[in-house]
């Protein structure tokens, strides 16, 4: 590792947080702090925060103050080998230095009263434990008090993305306010404690200042209502996921980005040592190279049918020479152009996944413009394609294209969307061209009679057969995880054709448009037109499997 990349990408500092929560009449509230402002430290000076900090030593082997929990069990909890219950320990620590509540009973097995202490000396105990004069072991030992670690239960993961100055790994823990006791800001690190609803602490009214994992969390705990509710979904996750944002830039600059944004995985392949060069919007005509086999341009053409607008790929060997242009896009001369000024070589094929009218009219002008040769099906069904587009060179399934000693194309045959579509697999990057085969942030049309839900499915299982690391969507950033995505793809879909078969099962022989708003009802009414063709297809699906007929527009579920 190079002195710059060190100092860019410092280790990630070890650290707790605790979620304070309390029942109260405006529902559930959250403890929250705002952190004391200091220079040079833009980032986090003056957030509201929940309690925590980094662990130190007084954090380790403290097994003997702990109540329920070990190490070996808080260790397993965390997926570590060893030192878990640290992190419980310095979750209770911090938050009594920082907000004067501390997770520990006495020897009936009751809460702690502070309110027994006298004031000052409460203070004075804060202020050494957070200077490192004195240890939670002498608190308990003068006492007589046993760490709660069994109170608190881990909520959440998340590490500071690369590419900052600091960085944090940090276990998050929920656990309900001790009764009888009062938070009291310390004054050192946090200047006002505050007890807010999670739509409060959110809300543009109160304008606090909020880091993304904070907010991230708060938007968690506002889908609850009640600090049990909060526990008991803590308790049932069988692994906690770890939480990394990365920096990415937009037209506003930089900012981390989530693991639930589109551009997350992209981001990751791009950029993991946090440059933050890397944009997370899809700039229409901005040539973006993936790979030294792969750029990719966003036509102009963004809706709710295309989403951000519809993606072209270059792919050409690494050592250069002649490219394949992968989907054209629409007929559109401004995209043509964009199209002609990023070709990374002579472009001498046009390559197409299907014919739908954002994917392939481009050809002709690219066609006129190169003289590349065009690739290719025709749909067996004309509604909603490009009647212009005649391949030179009709592709099946398992046919090759050698762009290089170090670049091939495999044609993968999926229909479903349409009938002629077809995926092309970059062997040498496990890279999957999907086109609309899956697309990303939303599930695909599918339109009988060309789109056919049935081979939609069984072209989505056989992808489980190849060996892919990456996908690269016709609409949308490049994806990770393929087979999970086909999976949650094929699932989502069943699923729907279960809500299809109640509905038929509730409502007798009934028409489409009385099917749809009741098997799309999450679904917005302005998309119930597209949704209605692939309720069509479900149907039909349904009629080839024997379970359900139609007479005059009538459906109704076969029963045996």
Not at 16 to 39: K, N, Y
Not at 77 to 91: H, K, N, Q, T
Not at 173 to 199: C, G, H, R, S
Not at 286 to 301: E, F, G, Q
Request: net charge negative; aromatic share 6%.
């Amino acid at each position: 590792m190079s002195g710059t990349h060190g100092h860019r990408n410092p280790a990630p500092r070890l650290a707790a947080s605790v979620i304070v929560l309390r029942d109260s009449p405006r529902g559930l509230e959250v403890l929250m702090q705002r952190r004391a402002e200091r220079a040079g430290d833009h980032h986090q000076s003056g957030a509201a925060v929940f309690p925590g900090g980094l662990l130190d030593g007084h954090d380790r082997g403290r097994e003997a103050l702990c109540r329920g929990l070990d190490d070996a069990q808080a260790s397993a909890r965390l997926g570590l080998s060893s030192g878990g219950l640290d992190y419980w320990v310095a979750a209770i620590r911090e938050c009594f230095e920082e907000a004067g509540l501390l997770f520990a009973t006495d020897a009936d097995g009751a809460w702690v009263r502070l309110e027994a202490h006298d004031p000052a000396e409460l203070r004075a105990h804060r202020h050494r434990l957070h200077a490192g004069e004195t240890d939670l072991t002498s608190l308990c030992q003068a006492w007589g008090l046993t760490l709660a670690t069994d109170r608190l239960h881990y909520f959440s993961h998340w590490i500071t993305p690369p590419g900052r100055p600091k960085r944090f790994d940090t276990r998050f823990f929920v656990v309900e306010a001790p009764p009888e006791q009062t938070a009291i800001a310390d004054e050192t690190e946090a200047e006002e404690l505050m007890w807010l609803t999670p739509q409060q602490a959110l809300s543009d009214e109160r304008a606090l200042k909020l880091l993304p994992v904070t907010r991230e969390i708060l938007k968690t705990l506002a889908a609850c209502t009640t600090v049990a509710q909060v526990i008991d979904e803590a308790k049932a996750q069988p692994d906690v996921p770890t939480m990394m944002p990365r920096l990415g830039v937009g037209a506003k600059g930089p900012r981390p980005v989530l693991p639930s944004e589109w551009a997350y995985a992209e981001i990751g392949r791009l950029d993991p040592e946090g440059r933050a060069d890397v944009s997370f919007e899809l700039v229409p005509g901005r040539a973006v190279r993936l790979s030294p086999r792969i750029m990719r341009v966003t036509a102009d053409n963004g809706s709710m049918m295309t989403g951000p607008g519809t993606n072209s790929y270059f792919v050409h060997d690494p050592a250069g020479g002649d490219c394949a242009l992968i989907d054209p896009g629409p007929d559109d001369a401004g995209h043509v152009q964009a199209l002609l000024a990023a070709a990374p070589g002579r472009i001498t094929r046009i390559v197409v996944t299907h014919t739908h009218k954002d994917h392939s009219p481009a050809a002709q002008a690219v066609r006129t413009a190169t003289g590349a040769a065009l690739y290719g099906r025709v749909a067996e069904h004309p509604e909603w394609q490009d009647a212009a587009f005649h391949p030179n060179h009709v592709l099946a399934h398992g046919d090759t294209l050698a762009l290089g000693p170090d670049c091939t194309l495999r044609v993968v045959h999926t229909p479903g969307h349409a009938s002629n579509h077809l995926c092309y697999l970059l062997e040498q990057e496990k890279l999957l061209f999907t086109g609309d085969h899956l697309m990303q942030g939303s599930t695909v049309v599918i339109n009988p009679p060309d789109g056919d839900m049935q081979a939609y499915l069984d072209a989505l299982n056989a992808l489980l057969a190849l060996d892919l690391d990456w996908l690269a969507p016709g609409h949308g950033f490049l994806i990770d995880r393929p087979h999970d995505v086909v999976r949650r793809t094929v699932a989502h879909r069943l699923q729907r054709e279960a809500k299809v078969v109640a509905a038929l099962r509730a409502s007798g022989p009934a028409a489409i448009e009385t099917l749809l708003p009741v098997v799309y009802q999450e679904v917005p009414p302005r998309l119930h037109a597209m949704a209605a063709r692939s309720l069509h297809a479900h149907l039909l699906k349904l009629r080839a499997d024997g379970r359900a007929a139609e007479r005059a527009g009538m459906w109704s579920l076969i029963t045996r």
